[in-house]
């Protein structure tokens, strides 16, 4: 038999690999002073929507959060929709949300600082002030959902006059320890790279701008002193920050996991909810660069596809560690748990509230699998902006099931109890929600949202070298 | 400050005017005049932060369970069952433990008070007790064959005082009526002993030394006589008999929590009890080798198996078992005894008991030593037909609440409407009450002096003191004694007694040399002992034992039960917690989960599951139940323990009065029932059958059991 | 004086007495001020009942049986509420071996009740009042306990110490059943005993030994003081 | 030697080696490190100027801090359940995996915190060198601020302006903090 050699088909040109260096950030560089007009226009800059929204917010979180929690406080716990045995609900639901989302400014501006991801110097601030604000959020439903938030003062360790300390067994004094942490080292970090931009905004303003600027930036100069310290201080915080923002959801993840509650005692609870919460915040930075890109002045400029991009890869690469840790958690409870913790499966599945279950999973795996491997998607930033704000309704779709949805099955079917949420604690939720967009707005216009001197640095360290024929990007170790 | 002095003090009771109030102690000092003292000179055995305990009797069901009520600063706190009293030896049903919820209720009356009967015409106003006094004075002189009374089963020192009462004016005799006895047929079961061995006595069964129990109708765990004292005996016949655990079979259309309890549940159809215990009465003869009686033959084994729908081996399983058990026992009461056929029953089960010659032995059967006294509905039946034709001038009631107890068919409300003078001495705006003319309230039990002598539950010869644990709270009166003053105001020596105290002394004069466990050499002494132990009784336990000369060749004809027509069902309605309705204003008697089906708050009906399936009914649909004398609706309860053809609704809901934990709840099932009764003229509803019609609504119950859990149903 | 040992206090449920007649339930909110909450919030599942009694259903019909098991706080020896309480609230007691809920301590973070397997805490969503004079019942040794506040069966700790006074006082020990919470004093049926464990010879500890004897959700080690009997007969109890 | 006066010498971002060679010309025209500062819009390491380390404390007080949060987290950990022994489930009064969680959280916060404090605290403490100080520096310039004698300063500023620089003289420093 003759064989017949085809003829090579005619390779198609594959198209080009490459596009244009220059759209990066990195390597289209502007000179300073422009880049700090920008920035300062960007945040002088506010519209008369600019100003509604403010207003709108204002008026949400003043109603929403202050007039319904006070209500609460005032009326009982009972105002919220939980109940025997569903005794935490949406509070806690939202909290740990809140947290998940404060842990993508430190991912971002850490990790990605640790490992020298060059992308991410635009939006370390952007992704910082999330981290502060989710967890200003957050920090308030510990409060929130006391039964006496009077008294909540006994939580913390002081000296009182009968020496009783809180209990350092319990996992809410974690909590509440590595909260304080959490919140006060990522406040921190996000003021001490700010401190050049405001050096930077001082010397282009006047008036209470000005002001206020001079007395944040600690009197900045910029000296070798100062740079010196700054970035001794940062490399601190990075490494040491780290830790701190994986102890912080470990801490929640044990809040559930240390219970004898049936679907909660589970020893991959701790990296389980890293992941999640990396998802999540990852997923939020995100929406919110978009947000920032598609109403701020000059934002495009800093905020650029290669962003979405690299961030979606960063998410798909999540959302199957996430999956990972979700099916780990799925098959050995479902092969080898306890029968109570079983059922609980098979409800989460089955029971009238599976769709919750599968909203989850659709949102947290699905979507993102079956779109982020799409470099094309990627680089769409409104599809980017869908993508993560479902993967953060997928995400609290989670934390959903694992609160209010197991408690409410536990070993004696007799007490069973299905929770739903009431107007109170719904209202309570939309307003932390808008108190963080209140914030995020507020800041936006009060401090320089991009890390210029950041910015500049890395541009600086990146330039194009002709190698032949090609104009080869090459980054230079300043440091 | 006035009033912590006044609910801790004494105070004098002979007064008709200002500051008369009556209160007495069973540890202090024994003399019953006593003045008002400031704080600082309390008596020293009432000391601030030191609870004062007083023994009396609870009187929220008639069964007289003696109560210890813990005092303290003049308050009733927390009631306690007297661990000497032999009706309850220290243990307390629900009902009895929220008494103080009735005496600290909001909803008292608090002062006599002239109503008008909502009448425009005649607007409403409060009275002083003089007036009130007058007022009974001039009823009382109406014609005696005009004046009626119509009493509770408690409290028994009243009825005593209105017996004489009525007897010295001439009048008819008082008469008493109480829903939880009609729902357990008491009058028949009463009727069956007095047939069958002569006296008109309530039977004692010794449940915790009996060793098969066949228990016909008689939720004794619940309702039936006197449910603690057969609570009591359960817990010993299950666990308390070194021989063997006691075996309960009970016979009933649907599980009560008797029948929950017992090892085998018959869900009989209801109406046929009586063939079957007629069935069982001849097999038990048989295998004991005893001639079978000529009044056990009135029923074929075939025929009972047939009109019962038991297998006739099933039957033959249970005459073996009891026949050859060693302390076989059978009772009788409600669902068995609450039909046509009840005295048949009645009569069945008791010769059935002496069959297997249990009178008088331990796990048998026993009479109780005071004679009991409820009236028959058909009594009331008679009553009714007189206030309709105009016959009563003058309806005194007390203790009972006719317009949400009777059966609504038999007119009641219409009746009353034609009594020119209705006189009401309840202590709650009830039904009744607001249709009354006058109210002029009794205190609270736990106010009140008094005896209960009618034991069901005693194992002995004794009677039940009820003395007041605090200080009215209200400007309420002793209704004995407000009768006791009319009699006197009327100016005919009637009755020979100076106040309450005084009738009650004179009373348990006899006592004193009847053998008690205490006694004492003059009245004053004997009365604080009474006071203090809560009543009297004899040391050691013996009732008198009844005796069958001979058996009635017949105990009545037998009517077979008629299956309910196609779409009909049989339709029962029983007591639970909440008793004859009187509780349903004890907040915690609402909240308290019913038993069988942890539904708190509200009425419900229960519907087997496949029935409901079948009328495409789920749990909470709202349905409307229709028999011929009326409608309720309530909201389904798929019900796993009822037979397919029976509706069941639980009484004690439906008030349209009675305060504002009462008001407005479920529905009350008097309102579907007939006003017909059997041959003991006792109220005769088993049988009734009702129709069914979804309303479209749903109201979900508050049920405390998760029906995902429970019923695997989301 | 007697020398006075620490109690290990301990209650026994026999369920083949028990009826489930729930006079427990009234007799411990009487004495504890347990509040009554409404037909609405009863059933939403927030009703304050310190004690229940779980009642499921066996067999089908016509041989379908109920079994009522009454469940209150089982006084866990290891108690999962305990150590999660951030302030202390909820603590084991030396002196009675129980677990004691400390009202005023606490803050309402309601992570006890989610720990509790037995779900024998209730949470005061509201401030339940009661209307006057309905307040005078109320029992002078038990705090009434505020909205945002758990709380939970104590097995009557105010009689346990009130009984210990009085013994002290008189300069002996207590008698086996002397101390009876309300729910033991008021069971007709008598299938609650209460005593102390720690004595062998106490009717509780015989109970115990009973082999009838069970404890809910055994395997999760938290050590009960609560002992079951196991109900016997054709349906069990 | 008269008195010294403080004059910046300014340089575009992108000559940056003209900056690092002013900086060696200086040194030669006799102007020691000491009395040079650079200051700049964006961190320079200390060898693109050719400039002598400088050195700072924050490492140390932050270690510092992580002591004491170490210390006080024993103290909450070990000590305060001695001075209320309060008994919980089963479990010892000072439970060492517990105490884990708590003296991590703690050290870690006392170790933050301080590094902070450090950075403060060295901010507001007097600094050796010419003060000085020109807005453009956030334009990016690097500013060379030098004090040198009287006598050399016309050398020094024709130097400088060969490489391009901008002189400004008397920068005399707005108090750029409270």
């Not at chain 1, 809140?98 to 971002?108: D, N, P, Q």
């Not at chain 1, 300390?165 to 996000?190: E, M």
């Not at chain 2, 029948?259 to 209801?270: E, F, L, S, T």
């Not at chain 2, 069945?348 to 109780?368: D, E, K, R, T, Y």
């Amino acid at each position: 038999m003759a064989v017949e050699a085809k003829p090579l088909e005619t390779a198609v040109p594959l198209p080009h690999a490459e596009e244009d260096p220059r759209e990066h950030l990195m390597f289209d560089p502007r000179p300073r002073e422009v880049m700090n007009r920008m920035v300062m226009e960007a945040m002088t800059t506010t519209s008369r929507r600019y100003w509604a929204w403010v207003i709108g917010l204002a008026l949400v979180v003043l109603v929403c959060l202050l007039g319904a929690w006070g209500n609460m406080i005032l009326t009982g716990m009972g105002l919220a929709g939980i109940r025997r045995p569903v005794f935490w609900g949406l509070f806690i639901v939202t909290f740990v949300f809140w947290i998940g989302i404060s842990h993508a400014g430190t991912f971002v501006s850490a990790i990605l600082r640790v490992f020298k991801a060059e992308f991410r110097r635009p939006f370390t601030r952007a992704a910082e002030l999330m981290t502060t604000f989710a967890l200003a959020a957050g920090a308030l439903y510990p409060l929130i959902h006391l039964g006496r938030v009077w008294v909540f003062y006994w939580l913390i360790p002081y000296p009182n006059a009968r020496w009783l300390w809180p209990n350092f067994r319990s996992p809410l004094v974690w909590d509440f320890l590595a909260i304080t942490t959490y919140l006060l080292s990522s406040t921190i970090y996000l003021y001490l790279p700010l401190v050049p931009d405001l050096a930077m905004a001082r010397d282009r303003t006047t008036g209470w701008r000005h002001a206020l600027y001079r007395l944040l930036a600690l009197g900045w100069r910029g000296t070798e002193a100062e740079w010196h310290r700054l970035r001794r201080a940062i490399t601190i915080f990075a490494f040491a920050i780290i830790p701190v923002m994986f102890s912080v959801h470990t801490i929640v993840s044990w809040d559930f996991a240390v219970g004898v509650v049936a679907g909660w005692h589970s020893t991959i609870f701790g990296p389980y909810f890293i992941i999640g919460a990396i998802l999540s915040g990852v997923a939020a930075v995100v929406s919110i660069l978009f947000v920032l890109r598609s109403t701020m002045l000059h934002m495009d400029y800093f905020i650029r596809k290669e962003h979405f991009d690299a961030l979606g890869k960063l998410l798909l690469v999540f959302s199957m560690a996430w999956a990972y840790f979700f099916f780990n958690d799925y098959l050995l409870t479902w092969y080898g748990g306890e029968e109570a913790a079983r059922r609980i499966l098979t409800l989460h599945a089955t029971g009238p509230a599976a769709w919750v279950w599968y909203l989850m999973l659709i949102c947290n795996v699905v979507i993102p699998w079956l779109t982020l491997w799409n470099r094309t998607i990627r680089r769409t930033p409104w599809a980017m902006f869908i993508i993560t704000l479902l993967i953060n309704v997928g995400m609290y779709a989670e934390r959903y099931t694992i609160i209010p949805l197991t408690l409410g099955h536990q070993r004696m079917p007799f007490d069973w109890g299905v929770y739903t949420p009431r107007p109170t604690e719904i209202s309570i939720v939309i307003g932390t929600f808008a108190l963080f967009l209140l914030l995020y707005l507020l800041a936006s216009r009060l401090i320089p949202l991009v890390p210029v001197w950041e910015v500049q640095e890395g541009q600086m360290a990146h330039t194009l070298r002709k190698v032949g024929k090609a104009e080869v990007p090459s980054v230079t170790e300043l440091e | 400050m006035s009033e912590k002095i006044s609910r801790r003090d004494f105070l004098k009771l002979t007064a008709m005017g200002a500051a008369t109030t009556a209160v007495m102690t069973g540890c202090g000092p024994m003399s019953r005049y006593v003045v008002r003292r400031p704080y600082t000179q309390m008596p020293e055995y009432n000391q601030t932060g030191e609870s004062t305990y007083y023994a009396s009797t609870c009187r929220e069901c008639p069964a007289g369970c003696g109560i210890i009520v813990r005092t303290r600063e003049g308050r009733a706190l927390t009631i306690e069952g007297n661990p000497n009293h032999p009706v309850n030896r220290g243990r307390l049903c629900a009902r009895g433990l929220t008494a103080q919820q009735g005496l600290y209720n909001p909803d008292r009356i608090r002062a006599p008070r002239f109503q008008g009967r909502s009448n425009p015409a005649t607007p409403g106003r409060d009275l002083t007790w003089d007036e009130a006094v007058q007022v009974v004075a001039t009823a009382l002189q109406k014609p005696p064959q005009r004046i009626a009374f119509l009493l509770g089963l408690a409290p028994d020192h009243l009825y005593d005082l209105v017996s004489e009462l009525t007897q010295a004016l001439g009048a008819p005799p008082p008469l008493r009526y109480n829903a939880l006895a009609a729902l357990e047929g008491r009058t028949t079961l009463i009727e069956a002993v007095r047939r069958l061995f002569g006296s008109p006595a309530l039977p004692y069964f010794d449940l915790a030394q009996a060793e098969v129990t066949l228990a016909f109708g008689a939720d004794f765990l619940q309702s039936w006589l006197s449910p603690v004292t057969y609570t009591r005996a359960y817990g010993a016949m299950r666990q308390g008999n070194p021989r063997r655990r006691g075996e309960l079979i009970v016979f009933e259309p649907r599980q009560s929590l008797t029948a929950g309890n017992a090892d085998r549940w018959v869900p009989i159809v209801p109406g046929s009890e009586a063939h079957v215990v007629l069935a069982l009465g001849q097999r038990v003869a048989e295998l004991r080798g005893l001639p079978v009686p000529e009044a056990f033959r009135a029923v074929r084994p075939e025929e009972a198996a047939q009109v019962s729908g038991l297998p006739l081996e099933q039957l033959e399983t249970l005459a073996q078992t009891f026949a050859t058990a060693t302390r076989p026992l059978a009772l009788v009461g409600g669902s068995a005894l609450t039909q046509p056929n009840g005295l048949v029953t009645a009569q069945a089960v008791l010769a059935l008991n002496a069959l297997v010659g249990n009178l008088g032995q331990p796990g048998g059967v026993f009479l109780s030593a005071a004679a009991a006294t409820p009236t028959p509905l058909a009594e009331v039946k008679a009553l009714v037909e007189r206030m309709q034709a105009g016959e009563v001038d003058v309806l005194f009631i007390h203790g009972v609440n006719p317009l949400f107890e009777v059966p609504a068919a038999l007119g009641f409300e219409a009746a009353l409407a034609r009594v020119p003078l209705v006189i009401n001495f309840a202590a709650f705006p009830d039904e009744t009450a607001l249709k009354s003319d006058y109210l002029f309230p009794d205190h609270s039990p736990l106010e009140s002096f008094g005896y209960q002598r009618s034991l069901a539950g005693s194992d002995r010869p004794a009677w039940s003191a009820l003395q007041p644990v605090v200080v009215p709270l209200y400007d309420t009166r002793a209704t004995v004694d407000v009768l006791l003053a009319a009699a006197q105001a009327s100016g005919q020596a009637l009755l020979p007694y100076r106040d309450e105290v005084d009738f009650i002394q004179q009373k348990i004069l006899p006592l004193i040399n009847a053998g008690g466990f205490y006694t004492a050499p003059e009245i004053l002494t004997f009365w604080s002992r009474w006071l203090q132990h809560g009543g009297w009784w004899t040391p050691a336990a013996g009732l008198p034992t009844p005796t069958l000369e001979r058996l009635p060749a017949s105990f009545g004809t037998l009517t077979p039960p008629t299956p309910p027509a196609e779409g009909a069902f049989y339709l029962l309605t029983y007591a639970n917690h909440l008793g004859d309705g009187s509780g349903a204003n004890r907040p915690w008697l609402q909240e308290l989960p019913d038993a069988m089906t942890t539904v708190t708050w509200n009425s419900w009906v229960e519907i087997h599951p496949r029935t409901a399936e079948e009328l495409g009914l789920k749990d909470d649909d709202v349905v409307r139940i229709t028999t011929p004398y009326g409608s309720v609706e309530a909201s389904v309860y798929r019900y796993p323990a009822i037979r397919p053809d029976t509706l069941a609704i639980p009484f004690g809901q439906g008030h349209t009065a009675l305060g504002r934990w009462a008001e407005g709840r479920g529905c009350n099932p008097a309102q579907v029932l007939p006003a017909g009764h059997n041959a003991a003229g006792d109220l005769a509803f088993i049988g009734t059958t009702a129709t069914l019609t979804p309303t479209g609504r749903r109201r979900p119950l508050a049920r405390v059991e998760s029906k995902e859990g429970v019923y695997g149903e989301h | 004086m007697a020398e006075e040992r620490p109690a290990k206090w301990g209650l026994v449920v026999d369920l083949d007495r028990c009826t489930g007649c729930n006079a427990c339930i009234v007799a411990c909110a009487l004495e504890n001020n347990v509040p009554f909450v409404g037909e609405d919030e009863v059933a939403y599942g927030r009703a304050l009942y310190w004690i229940r009694t779980q009642r499921y259903w066996e067999g089908e019909y016509p041989e379908v049986t109920p079994t009522f098991q009454p469940v209150m706080c089982q006084q866990c020896g290891n108690a999962p509420c305990e150590p999660v309480c951030p302030v202390y609230a909820s603590v084991h007691s030396e002196e009675e071996q129980i677990n004691l809920a400390v009202y005023n301590r606490c803050v309402g973070t309601r992570y006890c009740a989610n720990n509790c397997p037995y779900f024998a805490r209730v949470f005061n969503w509201f401030d339940y009042e009661l209307p006057e004079p309905m307040r005078s019942y109320l029992n002078p040794d038990v705090t009434v306990r505020r909205r945002g506040v758990m709380e939970k069966c104590t097995f009557c700790v105010q009689r346990i110490v009130r009984g210990r006074q009085k013994a002290r006082a008189e300069g002996r020990e207590l008698r086996d059943g002397e101390v009876q919470p309300a729910c033991v004093q008021a069971c007709p049926a008598e299938a609650l005993v209460f005593g102390d464990l720690s004595d062998p010879e106490s009717r509780v500890s015989q109970l115990a030994r009973s082999q009838r004897r069970y404890h809910l959700l055994e395997a999760l080690g938290t050590l009960p003081r609560v002992t079951y009997l196991k109900g016997v007969g054709n349906h069990g109890g | 030697m008269g008195a010294n006066v403080v004059h910046l010498a300014l340089f575009k971002e992108t000559e940056i080696d003209h900056a690092a060679e002013a900086i060696a010309r200086l040194r030669e025209l006799g102007v020691s490190d000491h009395d040079i500062s650079v200051i700049s819009g964006i961190p320079y390491s200390e060898r693109i100027l050719g400039r002598p380390m400088t050195w700072t404390t924050i490492g140390r007080i932050g270690l510092a801090g992580a002591v004491v949060g170490f210390l006080v987290a024993i103290f909450l950990s070990f000590g305060t359940p001695l001075l209320y022994p309060i008994r919980v489930a089963a479990m010892p009064f000072q439970p060492i995996p517990t105490s884990i969680v708590v003296i991590f959280e703690l050290t870690m916060l006392g170790l933050l915190i301080s590094t902070f404090i450090g950075v403060f605290v060295e901010t507001i403490s007097p600094s050796f060198g010419p003060r000085g100080y020109h807005p453009k520096i956030s334009d990016g310039h690097i500013g060379i601020l030098f004090s040198s004698p009287a006598q050399v300063e016309e050398s020094i500023h024709a130097t400088l302006q060969a490489l391009g620089a901008e002189i400004v003289h008397n920068v005399e420093e707005e108090r750029l903090w409270p």
